[in-house]
């Protein structure tokens, strides 16, 4: 039976919320937000060699922590919280978990210790025209040979931090298969240009492919490419409902000083109400978060729908808290010195990475074959 | 109430086989079907909770010394799962959860003695008698007064809304014993006999058609002063004794019950042709979001009492999340049946008997009844999120 947070993961949790306020404080994150939202190396670094953290869904002959879901969903929710900038979505919730994912233990030795000790990062590039695992949305090809062992070409139009990433996982079409590919950033054969989505906080990048040299990974049985998308869905509601749980505290925060009508804002039911509506729609998030994560590391077949309910009700959540910051912030929420827009910006775009809300919900009716 | 962890006679035992001895328990004992008759339903009910009580195999979160089995928090959840795999019925009378542990803290020995074995073996079934008809949420501003004569107190008043009080034996109530302009500070917590002269019961038609509650009028009533619980006057802080975790051990029977009512309406979702329609797909993947949620919001406040002895956040937003789900997809049954939606159940056209109609109607009181959820959104607000008071309302 799945039973819920550990101890452990509270202070696993404690670790990382100290940590994240010291380094991804707001003046931080705007600083690098203003610097093409990279993220800061020597954050990084740290990140690796005093906490693990990018080891942590990685396993440990190839030199992780061997912790699985539910620990990365801990620290994906305190990265949402914080804002923290910087490709660790990219690089440990989508491409580790995608290479743990698949069979190839080759690929496994040669990325997973270089991602878990922080030398390289990496994103994951499946559907063409979205941020997602959709591998029907796939016109990229791959063909063998050109000097290497395969060549990819195509352009995959949204890429996380396909911009910085040093590896890129790509879908792409061999005739009438889908096949993933690792691919070397570093290469003349791809390109990457940054696109200004409205999130400052995350990097986004089109990348075109040119006869690029690529390696297959061996993604062993067909599901693979669905099951890394679920782990990095379910690791990306975490990080939703993080956020979304910040910008509620700020909501309280501020209503509990900001005074008019010779009372705090916090005393009127009118703000009360809908905060207590937001606590509900995110204490339910968390649950949901932990379970999709609990039941995909259990490798249990509800996973795949417990995951879209996650994603489908995080961002739901993430959406309304941030809405409701800038709202009850009045004026003031509406200026950029404010940080409720910071949240808006993440929360909006977080909506229809790794799916719309709505196309989780078809999909969950798809699975239940209402 | 503090949590009973000495399970006595239960220690030896593995949790599989305390389940396992449950689970014999209940199947050789079983209430058998459910009588279709008002009168005999309730004979049965008592008679299957009189048998579970003098087995000790009732009261999972009760001191054993008052007849319950005294178990830790985990066992009370193996407890549930198995009386609900079971259908053993819910017990009469309301509140037990309420008036209970408010006895086991604020009463005497011969209070406890008196009245909490009788309770559970349902020999006595309770009643609330708090709400009035200018008293509900602003309950402080009851009216129904109590006058010192010698031992007793004479009793004036009305209750109203008071859940099967046609079948009480027991009223427990809050009566004012302070000057009306006391408020909270001149209520007194008293336990009054249904069978007391001065008392008359007018059963009251609901929302359903049928009379569920019931108003209650005490004339020159005469409860002896042994009926009170705590000091004349300090009633008020009773008022929010309840079992500490047994709700939260309760709530996964609701997720469960849930599960089956939302597959129910899947069947007909699929049944009628409906499931290529975009909008009920749609709709129906969202009850399937938010049933599985209270699954998970349930299992989450159960380890976190286990792991760290209290239930969190997740328990304070569990009402207010099933009160929302239940009335948002008995709305959505009716809507998407059309007209044989409206159709009430005595007619031959009513869908299943007219439940999904039924259930829109008793929802209803989801979100007035034990407080409305206007009142769970201040009380979340403010002792969870730690907002300012309401300046109007009083403390709890
Ligand atoms: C089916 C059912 C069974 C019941 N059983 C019992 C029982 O067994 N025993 C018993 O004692 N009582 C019982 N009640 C009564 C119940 O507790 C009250 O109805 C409830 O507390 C609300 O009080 P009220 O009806 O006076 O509504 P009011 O308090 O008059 O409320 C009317 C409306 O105003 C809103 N409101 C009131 N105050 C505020 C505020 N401060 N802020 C914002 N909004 C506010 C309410 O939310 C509601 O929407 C039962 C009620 C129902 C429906």
Not at chain 1, 70 to 85: H, K, T
Not at chain 1, 136 to 161: F, L, M, N, P, Q
Not at chain 1, 207 to 222: H, L, Q, S, Y
């Amino acid at each position: 039976m799945i039973t819920g947070w550990s101890e452990e993961h509270d202070q696993l949790r404690e670790v990382v919320r100290r940590f994240l306020l010291e380094k991804s404080n707001p003046e931080r994150v705007r600083e690098l937000a203003d610097g093409g939202a990279a993220g800061d190396p020597a954050v990084w670094r740290q990140m690796a060699e005093q906490l693990g953290l990018q080891g942590l869904a990685v396993p440990e002959q190839y030199g992780g922590t061997g912790m699985g879901p539910v620990e990365l969903g801990v620290v994906m929710e305190e990265l949402g919280r914080a804002l923290y900038v910087g490709p660790y979505f990219s690089t440990v919730a989508l491409a580790a978990q995608a290479l743990t994912a698949c069979a190839d233990t080759t690929a496994q030795a040669a990325f997973l210790p270089r991602i878990a000790d922080g030398s390289l990062t990496a994103t994951v590039a499946v559907s063409d025209t979205d941020l997602g695992f959709d591998t029907t949305d796939v016109a990229t090809t791959a063909e063998r040979g050109g000097g290497a062992e395969w060549t990819v070409s195509g352009t995959k139009r949204y890429v996380v931090d396909g911009g910085t990433a040093g590896l890129i996982l790509v879908a792409a079409r061999i005739g009438d298969e889908v096949g993933l590919f690792a691919v070397d950033a570093d290469q003349s054969g791809v390109r990457a240009t940054p696109v200004e989505t409205l999130d400052i906080t995350r990097a986004v990048a089109s990348v075109e492919f040119t006869d690029a040299a690529a390696t297959r990974i061996d993604t062993g049985d067909a599901d693979a490419i669905a099951r890394a998308g679920d782990l990095a869905t379910a690791a990306f509601a975490a990080e939703q409902i993080g956020g979304a749980s910040a910008a509620l505290d700020m909501t309280v925060e501020y209503a509990k000083i900001r005074v008019q009508f010779e009372r705090p804002i916090g005393s009127f039911q009118a703000i009360k109400h809908r905060c207590a509506d937001l606590l509900v729609q995110i204490e339910s998030g968390r649950s949901a978060a932990f379970y999709a994560a609990a039941l995909l590391a259990d490798g249990d077949p509800e996973g795949a729908i417990a995951t879209s309910a996650a994603a489908a009700w995080c961002a739901t959540a993430y959406a309304k808290s941030s809405r409701e910051n800038v709202q009850f912030h009045g004026g003031i929420g509406y200026t950029w010195e404010c940080d409720a827009h910071l949240y808006l910006r993440r929360a909006t775009v977080s909506t229809i990475v790794l799916g719309a809300p709505t196309a989780h919900r078809v999909r969950i009716a798809d699975l239940m074959e209402v | 109430m503090a949590q009973q962890t000495t399970s006595v006679d239960h220690d030896a035992e593995t949790d599989d086989e305390f389940r396992a001895r449950i689970r014999r328990w209940f199947a050789e004992n079983a209430p058998g079907r459910r009588p279709r008759d008002p009168n005999e339903r309730k004979a049965w009910v008592r008679a299957f909770h009189a048998s579970m009580y003098d087995a000790r195999m009732t009261g999972p979160s009760w001191p054993v010394e008052y007849g319950g089995m005294g178990l830790s928090f985990a066992r009370q959840v193996i407890y549930q799962e198995e009386a609900a795999r079971a259908r053993v019925p819910s017990p009469l009378g309301t509140g037990l959860g309420i008036v209970a542990p408010t006895i086991i803290k604020y009463g005497t020995p011969e209070q406890r003695e008196r009245w909490l074995g009788p309770m559970l073996r349902q020999d006595l079934i309770w009643c609330q008698g708090y709400s009035e008809p200018g008293a509900g949420s602003d309950l402080p501003a009851l009216r129904t007064t109590a006058r010192r004569e010698g031992d007793m107190y004479i009793v004036n008043g009305q209750k109203v809304w008071t859940t099967h009080g046609s079948d009480a034996d027991v009223f427990f109530t809050l009566v004012r014993t302070g000057t009306q302009e006391s408020r909270q500070k001149g209520i007194t917590y008293l336990i009054i006999d249904a069978d007391s002269p001065g008392i008359t019961v007018r059963p009251l038609r609901d929302i359903t058609g049928a009379a569920h509650f019931a108003e209650v009028f005490f004339d020159d009533v005469e409860v002896p002063v042994d009926n009170r619980i705590g000091e004349e006057n300090e009633g008020w802080p009773l008022v929010r004794t309840s079992l500490g975790h047994e709700r939260a051990a309760g709530a996964m029977n609701q997720a469960t019950n849930y599960r089956r009512i939302l597959d129910e309406l899947i069947d007909l979702v699929r049944e009628r042709g409906l499931g290529s329609d975009l909008i009920i797909r749609d709709r129906i993947a969202d009850f399937e979001i938010r049933v599985r949620l209270m699954k998970y919001n349930a299992s989450r406040v159960i380890n976190d009492i286990i792991v760290r002895g209290e239930p969190g956040a997740a328990s304070s937003v569990s009402r207010l999340f099933i009160t929302m789900f239940e009335q948002e997809l008995h709305e959505f049954a009716v809507e998407m049946l059309g007209a044989d939606g409206i159709v009430t159940r005595g007619s031959d056209l009513a869908v299943q008997k007219g439940r999904w109609l039924m259930g829109f109607i008793a929802t209803r009181a989801s979100t007035i009844g034990a407080g409305t959820s206007e009142i769970q959104r201040n009380t979340i607000a403010e002792q969870v999120l730690g907002l300012p008071r309401d300046p109007a309302m009083p403390a709890r």
